[in-house]
């Protein structure tokens, strides 16, 4: 069936560094890949998307490109700052009554 | 738009005792899902809802029952509480179409005690 792997965390990076946190999935069909994100203490909101292979989501700074030939979508930011602190989900949208798949999620700590 | 709102934030239940969660949604959307998040973890299904009337179970249905009467609302149901069942609830909805995403309320913090 359809899953989502991702890296686990916590993360923890000095402002400034570069961020990569792996996602990779497994699907029938041709998915829908999302990133969403969650702050302390508040619900998930959607980071970026991409609906087909080789499109590159981006937001906020964060990019991710669907790869099929790898079945990942990394979230890539090249500065982080202490304000991208929270724990992101990578997910995938099946074609089986609209289900979203998600992995387990990905603490981010960034420190001053 | 509200977007998706939840009712409470926050509940304590003794064992054994029952209550609903509300959830609503202002976006006419007809799909409708309930998650529980534990610590540290991921989300895990619990029912979805394709639209009035029509209800399925997730990956963790026990302990729980939904009801769609409406496009609105989408109301979780617990029974009987158990300690196992501490967790952050989330109720999202989309619309349904292809490549769309979800749109989540900000959760209810539950305890079991």
């Known amino acids: 069936g359809d899953s989502v792997t991702q890296m686990e965390g916590p993360v923890t990076l000095s402002e400034e560094a570069c961020l990569t946190i792996n996602c990779t999935y497994t699907a029938t069909g041709y998915p829908s890949l999302f990133w969403y994100v969650q702050y302390p203490g508040e619900g998930l909101q959607l980071l970026l998307k991409a609906t087909k292979a080789d499109d590159k989501g981006s937001n906020k700074g964060f990019e991710a490109t669907y790869r099929k030939e790898t079945t990942s979508f990394h979230l890539e930011k090249g500065s982080v700052q202490v304000s991208d602190s929270a724990v992101y989900f990578c997910a995938l949208l099946g074609g089986n009554f609209n289900k979203f798949y998600f992995g387990s999620g990905t603490k981010l700590n960034v420190k001053p | 738009n509200a977007g998706v709102t939840q009712t409470p934030k926050f509940r304590i239940l003794k064992i054994g005792q029952s209550m609903t969660l509300q959830c609503t949604q202002d976006?006419?959307?007809?799909?409708m899902y309930w998650y529980r998040q534990d610590p540290g973890m991921g989300l895990k299904l619990i029912y979805y809802s394709v639209g009035a009337g029509i209800t399925d179970k997730g990956e963790v249905p026990n302990g729980y029952n939904v009801s769609r009467s409406t496009t609105e609302d989408f109301p979780l149901r617990l029974e009987l509480a158990a300690p196992s069942q501490t967790s952050v609830y989330f109720c999202?909805?989309?619309?349904?179409?292809?490549?769309?995403?979800?749109?989540f309320g900000p959760g209810t913090r539950l305890t079991v005690l």
């Open positions: 976006m006419n959307h007809n799909y």
């Open positions: 999202a909805s989309s619309d349904g179409t292809t490549h769309n995403e979800q749109f």
